[in-house]
Protein backbone atom coordinates (compact mmCIF):
# COMPACT_ATOMS: atom_id res chain seq x y z
CA UNK A 1 0.00 0.00 0.00
CA UNK A 2 1.30 3.59 -0.89
CA UNK A 3 2.59 5.89 1.51
CA UNK A 4 -0.31 8.36 0.82
CA UNK A 5 -2.68 5.65 1.15
CA UNK A 6 -1.85 5.93 4.87
CA UNK A 7 -5.23 7.55 5.71
CA UNK A 8 -8.55 6.52 3.62
CA UNK A 9 -8.04 6.30 0.28
CA UNK A 10 -11.13 4.93 -0.84
CA UNK A 11 -12.94 6.95 -3.63
CA UNK A 12 -15.51 9.71 -2.11
CA UNK A 13 -19.25 10.42 -3.56
CA UNK A 14 -20.13 14.07 -5.27
CA UNK A 15 -18.19 17.11 -5.49
CA UNK A 16 -20.60 18.91 -2.56
CA UNK A 17 -19.99 15.62 -0.06
CA UNK A 18 -16.45 15.95 -0.45
CA UNK A 19 -16.22 19.80 0.46
CA UNK A 20 -18.16 18.84 3.18
CA UNK A 21 -15.86 16.19 4.26
CA UNK A 22 -12.84 17.98 3.94
CA UNK A 23 -14.36 21.27 5.91
CA UNK A 24 -15.22 18.50 9.45
CA UNK A 25 -11.29 16.77 8.85
CA UNK A 26 -9.85 20.46 8.91
CA UNK A 27 -12.05 21.26 12.05
CA UNK A 28 -11.10 17.83 13.92
CA UNK A 29 -7.78 18.77 12.90
CA UNK A 30 -8.35 21.97 14.96
CA UNK A 31 -9.91 20.17 17.60
CA UNK A 32 -7.33 17.67 18.16
CA UNK A 33 -4.47 19.78 17.80
CA UNK A 34 -6.10 22.90 20.14
CA UNK A 35 -7.12 20.04 22.47
CA UNK A 36 -3.59 19.09 23.15
CA UNK A 37 -1.81 22.59 23.27
CA UNK A 38 -2.56 26.22 23.92
CA UNK A 39 -4.89 28.04 22.07
CA UNK A 40 -2.33 30.29 20.65
CA UNK A 41 -1.42 29.71 17.40
CA UNK A 42 1.81 31.69 17.88
CA UNK A 43 2.67 28.77 20.22
CA UNK A 44 1.11 26.02 19.12
CA UNK A 45 2.48 24.70 15.85
CA UNK A 46 0.01 22.17 14.93
CA UNK A 47 -3.03 24.43 15.67
CA UNK A 48 -1.57 27.25 13.25
CA UNK A 49 -1.32 24.50 10.82
CA UNK A 50 -4.75 23.00 11.01
CA UNK A 51 -5.72 26.77 11.03
CA UNK A 52 -4.30 27.73 8.10
CA UNK A 53 -5.80 24.47 6.27
CA UNK A 54 -9.13 25.44 7.88
CA UNK A 55 -8.32 29.44 5.94
CA UNK A 56 -7.45 27.60 2.51
CA UNK A 57 -10.14 25.50 2.42
CA UNK A 58 -12.61 28.64 3.53
CA UNK A 59 -14.05 27.19 7.03
CA UNK A 60 -16.15 29.87 8.39
CA UNK A 61 -14.36 31.69 11.15
CA UNK A 62 -16.93 31.38 13.41
CA UNK A 63 -16.74 27.09 13.04
CA UNK A 64 -12.92 27.66 13.72
CA UNK A 65 -13.44 29.68 16.61
CA UNK A 66 -16.06 26.68 18.39
CA UNK A 67 -13.28 24.16 17.40
CA UNK A 68 -10.66 25.78 19.65
CA UNK A 69 -13.15 26.13 22.12
CA UNK A 70 -14.19 22.53 22.42
CA UNK A 71 -10.21 21.51 22.31
CA UNK A 72 -9.95 24.11 24.95
CA UNK A 73 -12.46 22.85 27.22
CA UNK A 74 -14.19 25.89 27.53
CA UNK A 75 -17.58 25.23 26.61
CA UNK A 76 -18.00 22.84 29.78
CA UNK A 77 -17.37 19.21 28.25
CA UNK A 78 -14.60 17.12 28.87
CA UNK A 79 -13.32 14.85 26.09
CA UNK A 80 -10.89 11.93 26.63
CA UNK A 81 -9.25 10.41 23.36
CA UNK A 82 -10.04 6.50 22.93
CA UNK A 83 -9.71 4.26 20.22
CA UNK A 84 -11.36 1.30 18.49
CA UNK A 85 -10.14 -1.71 16.39
CA UNK A 86 -12.11 -4.41 13.98
CA UNK A 87 -12.35 -5.64 10.72
CA UNK A 88 -14.39 -5.41 7.76
CA UNK A 89 -15.41 -7.61 5.42
CA UNK A 90 -12.25 -10.05 4.36
CA UNK A 91 -10.74 -9.18 7.16
CA UNK A 92 -9.54 -5.51 6.06
CA UNK A 93 -8.09 -3.87 9.42
CA UNK A 94 -10.02 -0.60 10.13
CA UNK A 95 -8.22 1.82 12.83
CA UNK A 96 -10.55 4.36 14.22
CA UNK A 97 -9.70 7.10 16.67
CA UNK A 98 -11.68 9.28 18.68
CA UNK A 99 -12.28 12.17 21.05
CA UNK A 100 -15.49 11.72 22.96
CA UNK A 101 -17.19 13.44 26.13
CA UNK A 102 -19.68 10.52 26.02
CA UNK A 103 -17.61 6.22 25.21
CA UNK A 104 -21.17 4.97 25.94
CA UNK A 105 -22.37 6.43 22.63
CA UNK A 106 -19.48 6.67 20.68
CA UNK A 107 -18.68 2.41 20.89
CA UNK A 108 -22.91 2.06 20.45
CA UNK A 109 -22.28 4.08 17.28
CA UNK A 110 -19.34 2.66 15.81
CA UNK A 111 -19.99 -0.87 16.41
CA UNK A 112 -23.28 -0.20 14.88
CA UNK A 113 -21.77 0.50 11.36
CA UNK A 114 -19.61 -2.47 11.92
CA UNK A 115 -22.91 -4.30 11.77
CA UNK A 116 -24.13 -2.21 8.97
CA UNK A 117 -21.25 -3.43 6.85
CA UNK A 118 -20.30 -6.75 8.22
CA UNK A 119 -17.62 -5.55 10.00
CA UNK A 120 -17.01 -6.35 13.32
CA UNK A 121 -15.53 -4.59 16.45
CA UNK A 122 -12.67 -6.29 17.71
CA UNK A 123 -10.95 -6.03 21.15
CA UNK A 124 -8.01 -3.49 22.00
CA UNK A 125 -4.78 -4.46 20.83
CA UNK A 126 -6.06 -6.75 18.39
CA UNK A 127 -4.59 -4.69 15.74
CA UNK A 128 -0.97 -4.18 17.20
CA UNK A 129 1.23 -5.81 14.72
CA UNK A 130 -0.95 -4.12 11.39
CA UNK A 131 -0.22 -0.58 11.72
CA UNK A 132 3.02 1.40 12.93
CA UNK A 133 3.03 4.84 13.98
CA UNK A 134 4.73 7.58 12.06
CA UNK A 135 5.21 11.25 12.22
CA UNK A 136 4.01 12.86 8.37
CA UNK A 137 4.09 15.61 7.16
CA UNK A 138 2.66 17.54 3.97
CA UNK A 139 4.36 20.41 2.41
CA UNK A 140 3.90 23.07 -0.25
CA UNK A 141 6.92 22.72 -2.89
CA UNK A 142 7.20 26.63 -3.28
CA UNK A 143 10.66 27.69 -2.67
CA UNK A 144 12.13 24.49 -1.85
CA UNK A 145 15.04 23.28 -2.97
CA UNK A 146 14.53 19.39 -3.00
CA UNK A 147 18.01 18.42 -2.40
CA UNK A 148 18.92 20.84 0.74
CA UNK A 149 15.29 20.21 1.93
CA UNK A 150 15.91 16.33 2.31
CA UNK A 151 19.13 16.44 3.62
CA UNK A 152 17.74 18.76 6.62
CA UNK A 153 15.06 16.55 7.26
CA UNK A 154 17.15 13.45 7.09
CA UNK A 155 19.64 15.35 8.98
CA UNK A 156 16.51 15.54 12.19
CA UNK A 157 15.36 12.06 11.70
CA UNK A 158 13.21 11.63 8.86
CA UNK A 159 13.30 8.10 6.71
CA UNK A 160 11.31 9.27 3.47
CA UNK A 161 11.26 12.56 1.40
CA UNK A 162 8.89 12.02 -1.54
CA UNK A 163 7.07 14.55 -3.98
CA UNK A 164 3.74 13.48 -4.27
CA UNK A 165 1.17 14.93 -6.32
CA UNK A 166 3.08 18.39 -6.03
CA UNK A 167 3.39 18.32 -1.81
CA UNK A 168 6.29 17.20 -0.21
CA UNK A 169 5.92 14.23 1.73
CA UNK A 170 7.82 13.95 4.83
CA UNK A 171 7.77 10.55 7.06
CA UNK A 172 10.29 9.36 9.94
CA UNK A 173 9.54 7.50 13.47
CA UNK A 174 6.89 8.81 15.70
CA UNK A 175 9.79 9.62 18.12
CA UNK A 176 11.08 12.60 15.36
CA UNK A 177 7.86 14.41 14.90
CA UNK A 178 9.30 17.23 17.22
CA UNK A 179 12.59 17.22 16.17
CA UNK A 180 11.12 17.43 12.35
CA UNK A 181 8.24 20.15 13.57
CA UNK A 182 11.30 22.48 15.38
CA UNK A 183 13.48 22.09 11.99
CA UNK A 184 10.59 23.17 9.81
CA UNK A 185 9.80 25.98 12.10
CA UNK A 186 13.28 27.24 12.18
CA UNK A 187 12.85 27.10 8.10
CA UNK A 188 10.05 29.14 8.19
CA UNK A 189 7.58 26.74 6.56
CA UNK A 190 4.76 25.58 7.53
CA UNK A 191 2.92 22.25 6.35
CA UNK A 192 -0.07 21.90 4.77
CA UNK A 193 -0.68 19.10 6.99
CA UNK A 194 1.38 17.66 10.34
CA UNK A 195 0.23 14.35 12.46
CA UNK A 196 1.03 11.08 13.81
CA UNK A 197 -0.52 8.40 11.44
CA UNK A 198 -0.96 4.71 11.47
CA UNK A 199 0.82 2.81 8.67
CA UNK A 200 -0.23 -0.36 7.81
CA UNK A 201 2.70 -3.38 7.84
CA UNK A 202 0.78 -5.41 5.32
CA UNK A 203 -2.39 -4.78 3.24
CA UNK A 204 -5.39 -6.69 1.78
CA UNK A 205 -6.50 -6.87 -1.34
CA UNK A 206 -10.05 -7.11 -2.43
CA UNK A 207 -12.85 -7.08 -4.70
CA UNK A 208 -15.07 -5.01 -5.62
CA UNK A 209 -18.14 -5.76 -3.96
CA UNK A 210 -15.79 -5.63 -0.83
CA UNK A 211 -14.10 -2.39 -1.88
CA UNK A 212 -17.47 -0.54 -2.13
CA UNK A 213 -18.44 -1.84 1.42
CA UNK A 214 -15.32 -0.88 2.88
CA UNK A 215 -15.74 2.41 1.27
CA UNK A 216 -19.58 2.50 2.99
CA UNK A 217 -18.27 1.57 6.31
CA UNK A 218 -15.31 4.33 5.89
CA UNK A 219 -18.13 7.09 5.21
CA UNK A 220 -20.52 6.23 8.53
CA UNK A 221 -17.55 5.85 10.88
CA UNK A 222 -16.29 9.51 9.31
CA UNK A 223 -19.74 10.89 9.55
CA UNK A 224 -19.88 9.94 13.16
CA UNK A 225 -18.56 13.76 15.46
CA UNK A 226 -16.75 11.89 17.70
CA UNK A 227 -14.51 9.96 15.18
CA UNK A 228 -11.00 11.63 14.39
CA UNK A 229 -9.42 10.02 11.83
CA UNK A 230 -10.08 6.06 10.37
CA UNK A 231 -7.39 3.87 9.17
CA UNK A 232 -7.29 0.84 7.10
CA UNK A 233 -5.07 -1.35 5.94
CA UNK A 234 -6.82 -1.74 2.03
CA UNK A 235 -4.24 -1.53 -1.05
CA UNK A 236 -4.62 1.28 -2.80
CA UNK A 237 -7.27 0.70 -5.40
CA UNK A 238 -5.30 2.91 -7.73
Not at 46 to 58: G, S, Y
Not at 84 to 113: D, L, Q, W
Amino acid sequence: MGRKSAKIAVKKGAADKARGQVFTRALKDVFVASKSGSEDIATNFLLRVAVERCKKFNVPKDNIEKAIKKGQGTDGVGYEDISYEGYGPNGVAIFIEASTNNPTRTVANIRNSFKKCNGSLGVSGSLEFVFERKAEFSIPPEGIDEDEFTLEMIDVGAEEVDLVDDFYLVYGPMEAFGAIQEKLQELKITPEEASLVRVPLTSKSVDEETLETIAKLVDLLEEDEDVVTVYHNLEDPE
